[in-house]
C-alpha cells in the first residue's frame, strides 16, 4: 500500500513538472531587436512596374550576435530569390552559423513564399532577424 502511495505521488509529481514546462520560442519583435526606420526601407522596383515585380531591400535587423539583413526578388508576385545582405560575422562560430542556416532559411522562403518558416535550431537569433527582415521586404513587394 505504501508503494502505490509513493508511486502515485511520485507520478503526479511528474505530470506537474512536465506541464509547467513551456515550449522554447523566439524572442519577440520587441525583445531584443532594433529595426530601422522606415524611411530606410528601399526598392529598387521599376516604376510603372507590375505590383509584386522587383528586388526589395528589407529592415535590417540587429540581433544579439549582428545585424540580419536580406533583399527578396519578386517576379509577378512569386518570390523567385532571396539574397542576404548582411549577417552575423564577427568571428569563427558567427560565419558557421549563418553559413549553416541562411542557405536553409533562404530555401525554405522561396519554398513557403512567405516569411513562416522554422527557425534553423542553433542559430535562434539569426532565424529571428532573418524572418524580420525578410517579412518587411515581402510587405514593401505586397506579396
Known amino acids: 500500500m505504501r508503494r502505490a502511495v509513493l508511486a502515485g505521488t511520485g507520478f503526479s509529481t511528474l505530470v506537474i513538472a512536465l506541464l509547467a514546462?513551456?515550449?522554447?520560442?523566439?524572442?519577440?519583435?520587441d525583445a531584443s531587436a532594433a529595426h530601422a526606420p522606415a524611411s530606410a526601407r528601399t526598392s529598387?522596383?521599376?516604376?510603372?512596374?507590375?505590383?509584386?515585380t522587383g528586388t526589395y531591400t528589407g529592415d535590417p535587423v540587429d540581433t544579439r550576435y549582428g545585424t540580419v539583413q536580406v533583399a527578396v526578388t519578386v517576379t509577378k508576385g512569386k518570390v523567385t530569390s532571396?539574397?542576404?545582405l548582411q549577417a552575423p560575422d564577427q568571428n569563427g562560430r558567427d560565419q558557421q552559423i549563418s553559413s549553416r542556416a541562411l542557405p536553409r532559411l533562404t530555401q525554405e522562403a522561396i519554398?513557403?513564399?512567405?516569411a513562416h518558416i522554422d527557425a534553423v535550431s542553433g542559430a535562434s537569433y539569426t532565424s529571428q532577424g532573418?524572418?524580420?527582415?525578410?517579412?518587411?521586404?515581402?510587405d514593401q513587394a505586397h506579396v
Not at 514546462?21 to 519583435?29: F, T
Not at 519554398?111 to 512567405?114: E, I
Request: glycine residues 8%; hydrophobic residues 30%; negative net charge.
Open 21 to 29: 514546462l513551456k515550449p522554447h520560442q523566439l524572442p519577440g519583435p
Open 44 to 52: 529598387t522596383a521599376p516604376s510603372g512596374s507590375s505590383a509584386g
Open 82 to 84: 532571396v539574397e542576404v
Open 111 to 114: 519554398t513557403a513564399q512567405s
Open 130 to 138: 532573418y524572418v524580420e527582415s525578410l517579412q518587411s521586404a515581402l
